[in-house]
């Protein structure tokens, strides 16, 4: 039996902060345990990039991102990013094996399906960090590209995956990983060395302050300059078309093609198929179309309505729709992933 392909969106993360307050609150024996950070959603980036509601501005959020950009404004997006490695820090750990909780549906989540694929439009690093402590996952090839990776001084070998089983494509980039696209040559009889593009694009794991997170793997030697973390990643504006030519989201757009056009079910949690944002994902249903047994499950509070709506435009494709967070889902036995 084939393993289905999880596509991974926004909601797939809404339900991690509460599972990790209920962790807290049980290991801890103590009231309702608030910590400042959780995974944001679309309905939240107004206040939290901007200072503002969203209906005190004419466009969306995603129009307000692409002005800030326009106006060389990068301090929006740093606040998004930085909001999601907050995240990563104080939520994973409590999650993860050896947290305050280790029975909690994302863990038994990726237990179980820990040698699937997984397609992502988030940029956080929650699904690498499970898949990392469950032995399938690494750096060096989990994210889809053969990727530059340090390990920790004298780390024990038993810690190390030699070949990742699972992989996480990160559709948008991945906060932790940036491209380095040039090499530098000199000229014979010249003393000035000039930047020329590499022929193979260097993919660079850097984690930063979220590096002990992923133990025994660290940033690779430094050998090319410093990215910055908000030049990493496509931004969330309204035309991505253009920025999706990237060198990174080429290779993993592509490498999902080919997973959904040989899988038999893509499961699809928490993402919401925007119409306005087609050109993230037209190609990869196209591409699951081609597959003998096309069938698409949708997991969020509105899959029938969403289903409905791609089938028209997706009518090769059989789908079926929960209306379900994904605890819920997942509390359910994961219904229509196998």
Not at 153 to 176: F, N, T
Not at 191 to 219: C, E, K, M, N, W
Not at 291 to 319: F, G, M, Q
Request: hydrophobic letters at 40%; charged letters at 20%; proline letters at 7%.
């Amino acid at each position: 039996m084939k393993t289905p392909v999880f596509l991974l969106g926004a909601g797939f993360d809404r339900d991690a902060r509460q599972c990790a307050v209920r962790a807290t609150v049980a290991h801890m024996d103590i009231g309702p345990c608030k910590f400042g950070c959780d995974y944001p959603l679309a309905d939240g980036l107004a206040r939290l990039c901007f200072g503002e509601e969203p209906s005190s501005h004419s466009g969306t959020v995603e129009e307000m991102f692409a002005e800030a950009i326009a106006g060389n404004d990068r301090e929006p997006l740093k606040k998004l990013y930085k909001a999601l490695m907050k995240a990563d820090n104080y939520i994973v750990p409590r999650l993860l094996p050896g947290g305050d909780n280790q029975d909690n549906p994302y863990a038994t989540f990726f237990q179980r399906f820990r040698e699937c694929q997984f397609l992502t439009f988030n940029y956080d690093s929650l699904a690498e960090l499970f898949l990392l402590h469950s032995g399938t996952w690494r750096p060096q090839d989990g994210y889809g590209v053969a990727v530059e990776a340090g390990l920790v001084p004298a780390a024990d070998s038993a810690c190390q995956c030699r070949r990742s089983k699972a992989r996480v494509l990160h559709l948008h980039g991945c906060l932790c990983l940036y491209t380095w696209g040039w090499d530098t040559e000199r000229r014979p009889g010249s003393d000035v060395q000039r930047l020329v593009p590499r022929q193979t694009p260097l993919y660079v794991f850097d984690p930063g302050a979220i590096a002990y997170l992923f133990s025994p793997y660290t940033r690779a030697p430094q050998r090319t300059p410093y990215i910055q973390v908000e030049d990493r990643v496509v931004p969330p504006v309204p035309n991505k078309a253009t920025v999706l030519e990237q060198s990174f989201t080429e290779a993993v757009h592509d490498l999902a093609k080919g997973f959904l056009e040989s899988c038999s079910r893509l499961v699809a949690i928490g993402y919401s198929f925007n119409q306005l944002d087609r050109a993230s994902y037209e190609h990869l249903l196209d591409a699951l179309s081609q597959s003998r047994e096309a069938l698409a499950v949708v997991v969020c509070p509105d899959a029938a309505a969403l289903t409905r709506r791609l089938a028209k435009n997706y009518p090769r494709i059989h789908w079926e729709a929960y209306d379900d967070t994904f605890e819920r889902w997942a509390n359910a036995s994961f219904p229509g992933s196998a």
